[in-house]
């Protein structure tokens, strides 16, 4: 690996940590950067060099480009490996560092700048072939009624200059549709100045199912199968798995030979990933996301595939190592996301100072996490936490290892989202693999019930009394506080 | 001593004793149990065992109470002392021999029928307070004599504060002192 021997993550928390495991296995020198606030953090601790970042503020410096090609020239570093967020898909910033003689650890920025661009990528995906949302260019009322029944209904009705939700309408009948339409045009028209409308096909609960994709320098393509990504909350996924339940051979066949031809189209280089919307036995297009995805994990644990060392060995110039015949589904994988948000009032930031942690452990789970004891859980930074992986022979069993994981899993000193993951695990629908981006709704900031309560005064009652009097309560393992006490009054 | 808990503006009150082997009697009407409560870690991370079951559970002080996190559940539950009654070991440890009989909740005082220096068995009524329609017998934690008379029948009274004290032991506890 001749251009990739010394790689600065421009990057934190449990990705940070991720890509410095990926470089210690390829024998590759990790340097982690650093806000102030976080000179305990596990990247930190874990890597060969830590260079400082000159604030807490991201502008000035995960979000940096300038800042963080200087530390890496300053480090001696020959690659920048992104992450995800941050300036993972910026072409600006992959310019950046190639300027820079630095190489950069994802697509090349021709590429990156193609599938930031939604309209760009939408046409890419036609012109490959691959399915799209049914849609229309901006329409005058004449045509208007039949363009909407070719598309078919539920129609979608949208500004074509539009945003922030004014003028879109949903028309679940084809007789509703001329007064929505009206409807639209004027509410565009007041909103944007614009009264140019344009229809698209409206999916009511949809699959989010996305396929993985890694391709070399040298036009070497794979794809290493499907996640499915429903569980959603404000467009922020939960809970991942791979493979797909419940869809049909053909469905997967055409997701997977789907996200090739977008690939192939793009002219894709790196790991990626190719995100379709999947409605009964169809699927449709929706984008690519050009960087590790947080979920990546699922798809190791299935195929066995390491994607971040694989990543840097291509980034190197190396051809991929195995042919798609190599690629092989083993198991099942489900992963939680661990967030620092309050799942019982509409998955708020939860912010603080974590005074403690726990890490679950044990067969088949995977924990890959950037907490430390001391941390600050602040504003300036994504709310994820740690990602708790389990695999097993069987979806159902890596379920029940995730249950026992969730249950070893502690963070004391904010909030976290493992409340919503016990609940949605134990749902019929997710145990039955049928559930959708709207199931997730039915959480409703969580349930209650007379027994939880009941307990839940008992557990108070016995934990003010223990922590009143005064008293420390026995920690794990060690012997009752109050027996060693007692036993000492005993004595005098 | 004797915690009030209000879930979802539901009141309940449970007993609840920290004994020497470390558990913790809890009981609120319905059931006693004898509970354990392990720190896992932090300020906020428990383990409570009940019944030989062991529940992870988070508890959050809030100004009122606690957030208890179970499960998917999260209850909030205002606590707050509500019987503050020494126990009897309390009352032998105290040096001094005397012991302060407090109100268990706050309300009106109804009867007191005893007089200073008037002797009385553990066990015997010293004091009867009034709260919400409901009358609560005062009973004398140990054997003594009445040493002082703090409020009077119709006065409002504070859950917690002192009623009559007892000075313990010696004369006060011989066999038939009291009516």
């Known amino acids: 690996m001749a251009s990739v021997r010394r790689v600065l993550i421009a990057n934190r928390g449990e990705i940070a940590v991720r890509v ?214 404000r467009h922020q996924k939960l809970i991942e798995e791979a493979p797909a339940p419940a869809i049909s051979a053909g469905l997967r066949a055409r997701l997977a030979d789907a996200a090739m031809r977008v690939a192939r189209e793009l002219g894709y280089r790196n790991a990626g990933t190719v995100e379709f919307l999947v409605d009964g036995d169809e699927c449709f297009f929706i984008e690519v996301n050009a960087r590790l995805q947080v979920e990546h994990p699922v798809t190791e644990a299935v195929t066995g595939v390491d994607l971040v060392a694989l990543q840097l060995r291509v980034a190197s110039g190396e051809p991929l190592p195995f042919g798609q015949d190599d690629v092989v589904i083993r198991g099942a994988a489900v ?13 708020l930031p939860s912010l603080g100072v ?40 069987t979806r159902f ?38 559930y959708n981006v709207r199931s997730a709704d039915a959480w409703n900031d969580g349930p209650s019930s007379s027994d939880a309560d009941r307990v839940a005064a008992l557990i108070a009652a016995a934990w003010f009394a223990g922590t009143a009097s005064g008293a420390t309560l026995p920690v794990d393992g060690a012997p009752s506080r109050w027996s060693v006490e007692g036993r000492a009054e005993e004595l005098r | 001593m004797k915690i009030e808990t209000t ?38 991370c428990w383990r409570i065992v009940i019944d030989d079951v062991a529940i992870p559970v988070r508890v959050r002080a809030t100004e009122t109470g606690a957030d208890v996190i179970l499960g998917a559940s999260r209850v909030a539950v205002k606590v707050r002392r509500a019987l503050p009654i020494p126990s009897r070991r309390a009352a032998v440890s105290d040096e001094s021999d005397r012991l302060e009989v407090r109100a268990p909740m706050p309300g009106l005082v109804v009867a007191i029928p005893r007089a200073v220096g008037e002797t009385v068995d553990a066990g015997s009524l010293v004091a009867v307070v009034e709260a919400m329609k409901m009358h609560m017998d005062v009973a004398a934690p140990a054997a003594g004599r009445i040493e002082e008379i703090r409020v009077r029948p119709g006065q409002e009274v504070l859950g917690g504060q002192v009623l009559v004290a007892i000075r313990v032991g010696g004369q006060g506890a011989s066999k038939g002192g009291g009516p």
């Open chain 1, 397 to 434: 069993e890596a379920i029940v290892r995730m249950r026992r994981a969730l249950t070893e899993c502690a963070v004391s000193g904010v909030d976290i989202t493992t409340p919503f993951h016990r609940w949605a695990l134990d749902q019929p629908d997710f145990l039955a693999g049928d």
């Open chain 1, 354 to 393: 974590i005074d403690g942690a726990v890490d679950p452990a044990g067969p088949g789970i995977r924990f890959d996490s950037g907490v430390w004891v001391g941390q600050r859980v602040s504003r300036h930074f994504d709310p994820l936490l740690a990602k708790i992986i389990a695999h097993a022979p």
């Open chain 1, 20 to 233: 410095i495991r990926a470089c210690r296995d390829l024998g590759l020198v990790p340097i982690a950067v650093y806000a102030p606030s976080e000179a305990g953090a596990p990247h930190v601790r874990l890597a060969d060099v830590a260079l400082p970042l000159p604030t807490d503020e991201p502008s000035a410096g995960y979000l940096n480009p300038r800042v963080l090609v200087d530390l890496a020239r300053q480090a001696g570093a020959t690659a920048i490996h992104p992450g995800y967020g941050f300036l993972s898909e910026n072409p600006a910033f992959a310019t950046a560092c190639e300027d820079a003689g630095l190489t950069f650890v994802g697509p090349p920025a021709a590429v990156l700048a193609r599938c930031g661009d939604k309209a760009a990528a939408r046409a890419a995906a036609v012109a490959s072939g691959a399915p799209v949302l049914p849609g229309t260019p901006s329409l005058e009322r004449a045509e208007a009624a039949a363009q909407a029944r070719e598309i078919g209904f539920p129609v979608l009705i949208k500004a074509a200059a539009g945003g922030g939700g004014k003028g879109i309408h949903v028309v679940r009948q084809p007789a509703d549709f001329e007064r929505a339409f009206r409807l639209a045009r004027g509410e565009a028209a007041a909103a944007f100045g614009d009264g140019r409308v344009y229809l698209e096909r409206w999916l009511e609960a949809p699959r989010h199912i996305e396929v993985q994709i890694v391709a070399d320098a040298d036009g070497g393509l794979v794809h290493l199968g499907e996640r499915a990504c429903s569980l959603q909350r």
């Open chain 2, 7 to 44: 879930v979802r503006g539901a009141p309940r009150v449970i007993d609840v004793e920290v004994l020497d082997d470390g558990t913790i009697a809890v009981g609120d009407g319905a059931a006693d149990r004898r509970v354990r409560l392990h720190r896992v870690c932090g300020r906020e």
């Open chain 1, 335 to 347: 992963e939680c996301r661990i967030s620092a948000e309050d799942p019982h009032r509409g998955f």
